[in-house]
T-cell receptor, first 111, second 112 residues
Framework: QQPVQSPQAVILREGEDAVINCSSSKALYSVHWYRQKHGEAPVFLMILLKGGEQKGHDKISASFNEKKQQSSLYLTASQLSYSGTYFCGTEIRGSQGNLIFGKGTKLSVKP | EAQVTQNPRYLITVTGKKLTVTCSQNMNHEYMSWYRQDPGLGLRQIYYSMNVEVTDKGDVPEGYKVSRKEKRNFPLILESPSPNQTSLYFC???????????FGPGTRLTVT
Protein backbone atom coordinates (compact mmCIF):
# COMPACT_ATOMS: atom_id res chain seq x y z
CA GLN A 1 0.00 0.00 0.00
CA GLN A 2 2.99 2.29 0.39
CA PRO A 3 3.01 4.77 -2.51
CA VAL A 4 5.97 4.64 -4.86
CA GLN A 5 8.03 7.78 -5.26
CA SER A 6 10.35 8.49 -8.15
CA PRO A 7 13.10 9.33 -8.54
CA GLN A 8 14.72 8.13 -5.32
CA ALA A 9 17.28 10.89 -5.53
CA VAL A 10 18.01 13.89 -7.71
CA ILE A 11 20.84 16.42 -7.86
CA LEU A 12 20.18 19.86 -9.30
CA ARG A 13 22.03 23.08 -9.90
CA GLU A 14 20.49 26.23 -8.50
CA GLY A 15 17.84 27.50 -10.88
CA GLU A 16 17.02 24.13 -12.42
CA ASP A 17 13.61 22.51 -12.28
CA ALA A 18 12.62 19.12 -10.87
CA VAL A 19 9.58 16.87 -10.77
CA ILE A 20 8.92 14.27 -8.09
CA ASN A 21 6.27 11.67 -8.70
CA CYS A 22 4.09 9.70 -6.31
CA SER A 23 2.02 6.74 -7.43
CA SER A 24 -0.41 4.53 -5.57
CA SER A 25 -2.09 1.24 -6.46
CA LYS A 26 -5.17 2.24 -4.46
CA ALA A 27 -7.88 4.85 -5.06
CA LEU A 28 -6.88 7.96 -3.17
CA TYR A 29 -8.81 10.50 -1.17
CA SER A 30 -5.94 12.92 -0.78
CA VAL A 31 -2.24 13.39 -1.29
CA HIS A 32 0.05 15.27 1.10
CA TRP A 33 3.54 16.58 0.40
CA TYR A 34 6.17 17.20 3.09
CA ARG A 35 9.82 18.19 3.08
CA GLN A 36 12.30 17.04 5.69
CA LYS A 37 15.73 18.56 6.15
CA HIS A 38 18.50 16.54 7.71
CA GLY A 39 18.03 16.17 11.46
CA GLU A 40 14.67 17.93 11.47
CA ALA A 41 11.01 17.01 11.48
CA PRO A 42 8.97 16.88 8.26
CA VAL A 43 7.33 20.16 7.31
CA PHE A 44 4.05 20.48 5.44
CA LEU A 45 4.11 21.77 1.86
CA MET A 46 0.63 21.18 0.52
CA ILE A 47 -2.34 18.84 0.35
CA LEU A 48 -4.44 17.98 -2.69
CA LEU A 49 -7.99 16.76 -2.31
CA LYS A 50 -9.67 16.87 -5.71
CA GLY A 51 -8.93 15.15 -8.99
CA GLY A 52 -6.79 17.27 -11.25
CA GLU A 53 -6.35 19.89 -8.58
CA GLN A 54 -3.15 21.86 -8.72
CA LYS A 55 -1.87 23.93 -5.85
CA GLY A 56 1.08 26.22 -5.53
CA HIS A 57 3.40 27.29 -2.79
CA ASP A 58 5.84 29.96 -3.98
CA LYS A 59 7.75 28.17 -6.76
CA ILE A 60 6.60 24.73 -5.67
CA SER A 61 3.37 23.35 -7.07
CA ALA A 62 1.68 19.98 -7.30
CA SER A 63 -0.97 18.15 -9.25
CA PHE A 64 -3.20 15.22 -8.41
CA ASN A 65 -4.56 12.90 -11.07
CA GLU A 66 -7.36 11.16 -9.23
CA LYS A 67 -8.04 8.67 -12.04
CA LYS A 68 -4.45 7.47 -12.16
CA GLN A 69 -3.85 7.73 -8.40
CA GLN A 70 -0.80 9.80 -9.11
CA SER A 71 0.56 13.08 -7.87
CA SER A 72 3.52 15.13 -8.99
CA LEU A 73 5.45 17.83 -7.16
CA TYR A 74 7.01 20.53 -9.34
CA LEU A 75 9.96 22.57 -8.09
CA THR A 76 10.70 25.53 -10.33
CA ALA A 77 13.94 27.51 -10.38
CA SER A 78 15.27 25.53 -7.44
CA GLN A 79 17.02 27.27 -4.58
CA LEU A 80 19.61 25.91 -2.15
CA SER A 81 16.90 25.91 0.53
CA TYR A 82 14.94 23.30 -1.44
CA SER A 83 17.45 20.61 -0.51
CA GLY A 84 16.00 17.85 1.63
CA THR A 85 13.94 14.70 1.40
CA TYR A 86 10.44 14.99 -0.01
CA PHE A 87 7.70 12.64 1.09
CA CYS A 88 4.27 12.11 -0.33
CA GLY A 89 1.58 10.86 2.01
CA THR A 90 -1.60 9.24 0.79
CA GLU A 91 -5.03 8.70 2.24
CA ILE A 92 -6.73 5.72 0.65
CA ARG A 93 -10.45 5.94 0.04
CA GLY A 94 -12.30 4.01 2.69
CA SER A 95 -9.35 4.17 5.09
CA GLN A 96 -9.51 7.79 6.14
CA GLY A 97 -7.22 8.40 9.04
CA ASN A 98 -4.48 6.09 7.84
CA LEU A 99 -1.83 8.31 6.25
CA ILE A 100 0.70 6.25 4.31
CA PHE A 101 3.97 7.84 3.25
CA GLY A 102 6.32 6.90 0.46
CA LYS A 103 9.99 6.19 1.04
CA GLY A 104 11.01 9.67 0.04
CA THR A 105 12.97 11.46 -2.68
CA LYS A 106 16.27 13.04 -1.71
CA LEU A 107 16.80 16.35 -3.47
CA SER A 108 20.19 18.05 -3.44
CA VAL A 109 20.57 21.53 -4.88
CA LYS A 110 24.14 22.61 -5.61
CA PRO A 111 25.38 26.20 -6.17
CA GLU B 1 3.56 29.21 20.26
CA ALA B 2 1.74 26.44 18.41
CA GLN B 3 3.72 23.26 18.78
CA VAL B 4 3.91 19.52 19.25
CA THR B 5 6.25 18.41 22.00
CA GLN B 6 7.75 14.98 22.56
CA ASN B 7 9.64 13.62 25.53
CA PRO B 8 12.21 12.33 25.84
CA ARG B 9 14.12 13.45 22.76
CA TYR B 10 16.71 10.71 23.16
CA LEU B 11 16.43 7.40 24.98
CA ILE B 12 18.70 4.40 25.31
CA THR B 13 17.12 1.44 27.04
CA VAL B 14 17.40 -2.32 27.37
CA THR B 15 15.27 -5.07 25.93
CA GLY B 16 12.07 -5.66 27.87
CA LYS B 17 12.05 -2.51 29.98
CA LYS B 18 8.71 -0.77 29.54
CA LEU B 19 8.85 2.82 28.34
CA THR B 20 6.52 5.64 27.38
CA VAL B 21 7.17 8.43 24.92
CA THR B 22 4.90 11.39 25.55
CA CYS B 23 3.37 13.62 22.90
CA SER B 24 1.45 16.81 23.56
CA GLN B 25 -0.04 19.48 21.30
CA ASN B 26 -1.41 22.90 22.17
CA MET B 27 -3.45 23.55 19.02
CA ASN B 28 -6.69 21.79 20.03
CA HIS B 29 -6.24 19.32 17.18
CA GLU B 30 -8.62 16.39 16.84
CA TYR B 31 -6.23 14.12 14.94
CA MET B 32 -2.95 12.77 16.29
CA SER B 33 -0.64 10.06 15.06
CA TRP B 34 2.67 8.30 15.62
CA TYR B 35 5.26 7.38 13.00
CA ARG B 36 8.57 5.62 12.99
CA GLN B 37 11.29 6.53 10.55
CA ASP B 38 13.98 4.10 9.50
CA PRO B 39 16.63 4.65 6.81
CA GLY B 40 15.28 3.86 3.37
CA LEU B 41 11.78 3.06 4.62
CA GLY B 42 10.26 6.51 4.92
CA LEU B 43 7.68 7.36 7.57
CA ARG B 44 5.51 4.47 8.68
CA GLN B 45 2.38 5.08 10.68
CA ILE B 46 2.12 3.17 13.94
CA TYR B 47 -1.20 4.35 15.39
CA TYR B 48 -3.55 7.24 14.86
CA SER B 49 -6.40 8.85 16.75
CA MET B 50 -9.28 10.70 15.14
CA ASN B 51 -10.50 12.03 18.49
CA VAL B 52 -10.45 11.44 22.23
CA GLU B 53 -10.91 7.76 23.12
CA VAL B 54 -10.72 6.79 19.43
CA THR B 55 -7.54 5.06 18.28
CA ASP B 56 -6.75 2.85 15.29
CA LYS B 57 -3.83 0.81 14.07
CA GLY B 58 -1.62 2.15 11.35
CA ASP B 59 0.70 0.07 9.22
CA VAL B 60 3.19 -1.11 11.87
CA PRO B 61 1.33 -1.35 15.23
CA GLU B 62 2.94 -4.55 16.54
CA GLY B 63 4.73 -4.03 19.83
CA TYR B 64 3.17 -0.64 20.51
CA LYS B 65 0.22 0.70 22.46
CA VAL B 66 -1.36 4.13 22.60
CA SER B 67 -4.07 5.91 24.52
CA ARG B 68 -6.00 9.13 23.96
CA LYS B 69 -7.65 10.10 27.22
CA GLU B 70 -7.23 13.82 26.67
CA LYS B 71 -7.34 15.79 23.46
CA ARG B 72 -3.86 17.24 23.83
CA ASN B 73 -1.94 14.08 24.76
CA PHE B 74 -1.18 10.92 22.82
CA PRO B 75 1.47 8.80 24.52
CA LEU B 76 3.22 5.89 22.80
CA ILE B 77 3.87 2.88 25.02
CA LEU B 78 6.36 0.11 24.40
CA GLU B 79 5.57 -2.54 26.98
CA SER B 80 8.49 -4.83 26.13
CA PRO B 81 10.85 -3.06 23.76
CA SER B 82 13.03 -5.08 21.42
CA PRO B 83 16.09 -4.07 19.36
CA ASN B 84 14.00 -3.95 16.16
CA GLN B 85 12.13 -1.01 17.69
CA THR B 86 15.29 1.07 17.59
CA SER B 87 14.18 3.98 15.43
CA LEU B 88 13.36 7.67 15.16
CA TYR B 89 9.80 8.34 16.29
CA PHE B 90 7.63 11.28 15.32
CA CYS B 91 4.32 12.39 16.76
CA UNK B 92 2.09 14.58 14.60
CA UNK B 93 -1.21 16.41 14.96
CA UNK B 94 -3.69 18.17 12.70
CA UNK B 95 -7.26 19.45 12.70
CA UNK B 96 -8.08 16.22 10.87
CA UNK B 97 -6.11 13.80 8.75
CA UNK B 98 -6.89 15.77 5.58
CA UNK B 99 -5.29 18.92 6.97
CA UNK B 100 -1.74 20.04 7.51
CA UNK B 101 0.06 17.78 9.96
CA UNK B 102 2.40 19.37 12.50
CA PHE B 103 5.25 17.09 13.50
CA GLY B 104 7.01 17.01 16.83
CA PRO B 105 10.83 17.21 16.97
CA GLY B 106 11.28 13.45 17.13
CA THR B 107 12.46 10.92 19.69
CA ARG B 108 15.49 8.82 18.93
CA LEU B 109 15.13 5.47 20.66
CA THR B 110 17.84 2.85 20.96
CA VAL B 111 17.01 -0.55 22.43
CA THR B 112 20.01 -2.72 23.31
Amino acid sequence: QQPVQSPQAVILREGEDAVINCSSSKALYSVHWYRQKHGEAPVFLMILLKGGEQKGHDKISASFNEKKQQSSLYLTASQLSYSGTYFCGTEIRGSQGNLIFGKGTKLSVKP
Amino acid sequence: EAQVTQNPRYLITVTGKKLTVTCSQNMNHEYMSWYRQDPGLGLRQIYYSMNVEVTDKGDVPEGYKVSRKEKRNFPLILESPSPNQTSLYFCASGMAVSYEQYFGPGTRLTVT
